[in-house]
């Protein structure tokens, strides 16, 4: 079995992995390697051919080939190491991947320090138990893009979309500049689950039909998708008699949700958030396994891409200093919980002394939307520390709280650090 080793090596080449990477090497790791399974680099990048990328990291509006070719030329001229279509099967917890490919076979990789930059997936059919037959016809929305961006291939001609997140909007606007024809989006809950930029840009400005409390309750066709059965739901979620409906259509998309890839993550013992699907971290992105770091969609999935940028440079850096400076003693740290229609919050630790040094910023998602002024609040054992005014709250918008240095003797004494979203 070949040998290799780095200073850091990061899993996946998306738009985490190519900053986490970059900040590894800027921040003096010696010999940094990317890993990555497919043979292109970017993640999911080169197929996300409309803009909005960028906007806050280098202050331009960059397509998603864009963004990838800026953080390409930054770490290959930052030296960084790539190996593509290279699969990593495991990962050890003396911090050693086991990874093969077609050139070199199985290999062992020993870093100083890993960090995950999996990304996430989409939530297929098979995880929402739709009634009905299994025709041709069904894809999930990412597929779709590929498709038709990539590809160069239509897949339908009549489509329906179950589900409004950003990648299932994006492609609604997208089939229709395509002459395709896109005869509902059917959302099971009472608002969008994607941003409201896309809801006004893709679905309102193009006439698209959305159908809010609405979902799929059976598809038809034998070969091919034929229609749809779809059904008004009630507050619970479950479909409502007399509400059925037939929706002819031709294809269906799917944009139900991702779910961050961590696989390699539960098995080399990583703590996960069983709310988002990542692993429990503190303020660097450190996971409960030392000298591992997660960072961007794998640890929770966020709006924009610029915010994966931003907690991959903090993880690269990390990294970096994890193998300058070796493990450090054990640190006091305060767990970080959802309170009051909160329904995740990270990092799920801070550590006092970290805080003490720099801002610490607390990323969270509220459960129900507020359209009218609201309170963020962060509460240390019941004592309301910090109280942001926010103009709306809603679950597909990620919410910001920074806590500064000079909170950090009250945060010290505290066991619990709580997060709450209320009215005014």
């Known amino acids: ?21 970059c900040a590894a090497r800027e921040q003096g790791a010696a010999g ?45 001229d930052a030296g960084v190491e790539f190996l593509t279509e290279t699969m990593v099967l495991e990962i050890e917890a003396s911090r050693t991947l086991i990874a093969t490919n077609a050139r070199q076979g199985l290999m062992r990789v020993e870093a100083g320090a890993i960090v995950l930059a999996m990304g996430c997936r989409e939530r297929p059919r ?33 489509f329906a979309i179950l589900g409004s997140g950003d990648i299932g ?4 606007r997208r089939l229709t500049l395509e002459g395709a024809r896109v005869v509902g989006m059917f ?6 689950s994607g941003l409201r930029r896309n809801l006004v840009q893709c679905i ?26 779809v059904s008004e739901v009630a507050e619970d979620g479950c479909p409502l008699p007399q509400t059925e409906r037939e929706v002819p259509c031709d294809t269906l998309l799917l944009s139900v949700g991702l779910i961050p890839e961590n696989e390699l993550s539960r098995q080399v013992g990583i703590s996960i958030d069983p709310i988002t699907g990542g692993p429990y ?32 440079l903090r993880a690269g850096r990390r990294a970096a200093d994890y193998v300058r400076r070796g493990p450090q003693p054990v640190r006091r740290h305060i767990a970080v919980t959802a309170g009051d229609n909160v329904r995740h919050v990270v990092p799920q630790y801070v550590h006092p002394v970290a805080l003490e040094q720099r801002p610490v910023t607390l990323e969270f998602r509220v459960r129900t939307p507020l359209e009218c002024a609201t309170y963020a609040r962060i509460h240390a054992d019941g004592e309301t520390l910090l109280s942001q005014r926010l103009r709306y709250a809603r679950p597909s918008e990620m919410i910001a ?3 500064k240095p000079d909170l950090a003797p009250k945060i010290a004494k505290a066991e619990t650090l709580e997060v709450s979203c209320t009215p005014a």
């Open 1 to 21: 079995m070949k040998s290799l080793s780095c200073d850091v090596a990061v899993i996946g080449s998306g738009p985490a992995g190519l900053a986490a990477a």
């Open 32 to 76: 940094v390697l990317v890993v990555e399974r497919s043979a292109e680099l970017g993640g999911i990048l080169p197929q996300c051919i409309h803009n909005g990328f960028g906007v806050e990291i280098f202050e331009e509006d960059l397509t998603g080939p864009e963004y990838a070719t800026r953080w390409m030329r930054k770490a290959r």
């Open 126 to 158: 098979g995880a929402l138990a739709i009634p009905g037959t299994r025709p041709a016809g069904v894809y999930t929305a990412g597929t779709a893009q590929r498709l038709v961006n990539m590809e160069g291939y239509m897949p339908g001609e009549r």
């Open 169 to 172: 909007m994006i492609m609604a």
């Open 187 to 192: 959302e099971i809950l009472p608002y969008v």
């Open 204 to 229: 309102r400005d193009f006439d698209i039909p959305l159908h809010l409390g609405t979902t799929v309750t059976e598809v038809r066709g034998r070969q091919r998708v034929e229609s749809l059965v």
């Open 281 to 312: 971290v503190d303020e660097d992105n450190a996971t409960s396994v030392e000298g591992i770091y997660a960072a961007g969609n794998v640890v929770h999935v966020y709006d924009l891409v610029d915010q994966v940028t931003r907690s991959a």
């Open 401 to 403: 709280v920074t806590l």
